[in-house]
């Protein structure tokens, strides 16, 4: 699979304001740059999502393959994972198990499991 070749060091991705938002900081999408193969999994749509999840469990790839979540299923509140790029150990302590019990719930609710 894609998901092979990226990792938490190469992912590139960054946050931007929604046109329909009021506010600066809430409600932000993700948007992710780079590498390519990261691109042509976004390009396959939410049929990866249950693939990219399994990568949660890879201390390589579990930053990686979260902003690629947010980013295929349009999440909002990308601060959420953007304000932990430069210390992806403290994303580990505070907001990884959070992060992964929501996606979890939602491949279940969107029956994509």
């Known amino acids: ?10 992912i590139e991705f960054g946050s931007y304001q929604p046109e329909e938002s009021e506010f600066i900081t809430l409600g932000r999408k993700m948007k992710i740059f780079g590498p ?11 049929k990866t999502i249950p693939e990219i999840f399994k990568f949660f469990s890879d201390e390589t790839r579990d930053y ?3 902003a690629l979540l947010y ?5 909002s509140d990308a601060m ?5 790029a ?5 994303w580990r ?3 990884k198990d959070a992060e992964e019990n929501y996606w979890r719930e939602w491949i279940k609710e969107q029956k994509l499991n």
């Open 80 to 84: 959420r994972i953007c304000g932990y």
């Open 93 to 95: 302590e505070i907001m």
């Open 86 to 90: 430069g210390d992806i150990r403290e």
């Open 64 to 66: 990686a393959a979260n």
């Open 1 to 10: 699979m894609l998901m092979e070749k990226i990792n938490n060091k190469n």
């Open 36 to 46: 390519p193969e990261a691109m042509e999994i976004i390009e396959k749509g939410k």
């Open 71 to 75: 980013q295929i299923a349009d999440r």
